[in-house]
């Protein structure tokens, strides 16, 4: 694709695809800025525009963290057999991570910080000692609490099946 034809809007979707493959278009590689999407978005970007550089940053931060607690969170749960109340409890386990992560305890904040030193090296997953703790830390973050939550809403939605057969069986 030449120059000229990037003023004209693709016609097909190949033709976007290899918009966005071609060489000579990329990013700048160092924009940390807003980048706006539409006129339906400036609201939203002007929200964005007026958060606070170190806010941004603590956000970014701990979006970081959760692209990394997820996957691990999701396959330790799995190992519950909670069958169709997983997702339930998953919900309610993120959100219970998400608030630990919100204000680690200092010990918290250097590991995390490993976790993500340990990601930006792009090891295979076998070879990231931190990765490989995420189970155990997370078991020891979640409180008594925590746990007791998790049960139930794990409870509660089952109850809430049961309860849907019941009424289907009488319809």
Not at 2 to 20: G, K, M, N, R, S
Not at 77 to 102: N, P
Request: hydrophobic share 35%; no cysteine.
């Amino acid at each position: 694709m030449d120059p000229t034809t990037t003023t004209q809007p693709p016609q097909t979707a190949v033709d976007l695809i290899d918009y966005f493959n071609e060489q000579t278009w990329s990013p700048v590689d160092d924009w940390d800025g807003p980048t706006e999407a539409g006129a339906d978005l400036k609201p939203y970007v002007e929200q964005l525009a007026s958060v606070p550089a170190e806010k941004y940053r603590q956000q970014r931060w701990q979006m970081r963290v959760l692209s990394l607690l997820w996957p691990e969170l999701k396959r330790w749960l799995q190992s519950w057999d909670l069958g169709q109340s997983f997702d339930a409890v998953y919900q309610e386990a993120k959100q219970r991570v998400h608030q630990q992560i919100k204000q680690p305890t200092p010990v918290q904040k250097e590991w995390l910080d490993a976790l993500l030193t340990e990601a930006d090296q792009k090891l295979p997953p076998e070879e990231r000692k931190q990765l490989s703790v995420v189970i155990s830390k997370l078991s020891s973050w979640l409180s008594a609490e925590d746990y007791k939550a998790l049960s139930e809403v794990a409870a509660r939605d089952i109850a809430e099946r049961v309860m849907q057969q019941r009424h289907h069986q009488h319809l």
